[in-house]
């Protein structure tokens, strides 16, 4: 069964190893203990198999990244922290590379549209699409 918590001390060395199995340039670890709080865990018994990060920003709430272990993806985790994080009240934003298909396809699954392009945002030179979700649209 997968449980959702906020992600705790401990639960670091679980989260930079599937950051750095998902990502090109993955954060250090230091990033996560500075943004501990902002950042939930979902759990398989007691394994993390995923987590997502969230911030306010002036008055949008930010998905700073969101990764699952390869293991484990394809069976609605991703889905799951969204649900969780999202709400009917607030603007969520977040950015995504322009070729990362899984990735967009989740965030349209939640109503997220493409508002803008941000011309080499990753340190490779790839563009990032700005996603906007705004409720009830
Ligand atoms: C993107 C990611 C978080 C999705 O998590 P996941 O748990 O595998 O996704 P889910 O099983 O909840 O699937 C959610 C939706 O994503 C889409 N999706 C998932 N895997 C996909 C794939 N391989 N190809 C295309 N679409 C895919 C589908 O639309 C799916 O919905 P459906 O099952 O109703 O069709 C995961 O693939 C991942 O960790 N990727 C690497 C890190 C990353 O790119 N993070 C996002 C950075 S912005």
Redesign the pocket.
């Known amino acids: 069964m997968i449980t959702i918590f906020p992600m705790k001390d401990k639960d670091i060395p679980a989260v930079v190893e599937i950051e750095r199995l ?2 090109k340039f993955p954060k250090p670890e230091a990033v996560f203990h500075e943004d501990e709080h902002k950042y939930l865990v979902a759990k398989d018994e007691n394994k993390i198999v ?1 987590y997502i990060g969230i911030e306010k920003i002036l008055d949008e709430t930010h998905i700073i ?4 272990h390869p293991d ?9 922290l969204m649900q969780h994080v999202l709400n009917d009240e607030d603007v969520f934003f ?4 322009v070729s ?4 967009k ?2 965030y349209q ?1 939640y109503g997220f549209k493409v508002i803008d392009v941000r011309k080499g945002y990753y340190a490779d030179g790839e563009d990032a699409f700005v996603m906007r979700r705004i409720p009830n649209e």
């Open positions: 998902s990502f995923g990244n969101m990764a699952i484990y993806r394809g069976k609605g985790i991703g889905k799951r977040l950015e995504v590379r990362n298909e899984s990735a396809n989740v699954k």
